[in-house]
């Protein structure tokens, strides 16, 4: 088939005449993409959409992950940045020890840091260490939002 056979096809497409039934059995390929789809169908854009948001948090959804409970809870206000770092390693180690799936870290918003935010900083550099620290996310508003964090447990 040349270039401009497809061409052709392609411009009768868009006027919406449709492809003789000879030219549709003439080509295998286009046969069996089309006995696939009208066995198989098509995904929605809700159901791609869906389907991406699991992918994106390991096979469960946001909603199923933003509904677990926390099984606990560290408070760093106050803390200094060496501080933060014992606390959030003996708070993991008791996590994992009782078995708990998803816990709430509060760092604060840094509001009375001379720069940048130090707890959140600290949080952030241990969760890519910790090996029992999993997928994690901004707490939601009633939770303290972007001056907490959750995160799910790891054996």
């Given at each position: 088939?040349?270039?401009?056979?497809?061409l052709?096809?392609?411009e009768?497409?868009?006027r919406?005449s449709?492809?003789?039934e000879?030219?549709?059995?003439?080509?295998?390929?286009?046969?069996?993409?089309?006995?696939?789809?009208?066995k198989?169908?098509?995904?929605s854009?809700?159901?791609?959409?869906?389907m991406?948001?699991?992918?994106?948090?390991?096979?469960?959804?946001?909603?199923?992950?933003?509904?677990l409970?926390?099984d606990?809870?560290?408070?760093?206000h106050?803390?200094t940045g060496?501080?933060?770092e014992?606390?959030?390693?003996?708070f993991?180690q008791?996590?994992?020890?009782?078995?708990w799936?998803k816990?709430l870290?509060i760092?604060?918003k840094?509001i009375?840091s001379?720069?940048q935010?130090?707890?959140?900083?600290?949080l952030?550099?241990f969760?890519t260490?910790?090996?029992?620290?999993g997928?994690?996310g901004?707490?939601?508003?009633?939770?303290?939002?972007s001056?907490?964090?959750w995160?799910?447990?790891?054996?």
């Amino acid at each position: 088939m040349s270039f401009g056979h497809v061409l052709d096809q392609w411009e009768n497409r868009k006027r919406g005449s449709s492809i003789r039934e000879d030219e549709r059995a003439a080509d295998p390929v286009r046969a069996s993409q089309e006995a696939w789809l009208a066995k198989n169908g098509t995904v929605s854009a809700a159901d791609r959409e869906a389907m991406a948001e699991q992918r994106a948090h390991g096979g469960r959804c946001k909603r199923e992950l933003d509904a677990l409970p926390y099984d606990g809870r560290l408070d760093l206000h106050g803390m200094t940045g060496e501080q933060a770092e014992d606390a959030l390693s003996g708070f993991f180690q008791r996590a994992r020890s009782r078995g708990w799936r998803k816990v709430l870290v509060i760092h604060g918003k840094g509001i009375h840091s001379t720069s940048q935010p130090v707890l959140a900083r600290v949080l952030a550099a241990f969760l890519t260490r910790c090996r029992h620290a999993g997928r994690s996310g901004k707490a939601a508003a009633s939770d303290g939002g972007s001056g907490a964090t959750w995160v799910l447990v790891k054996d």
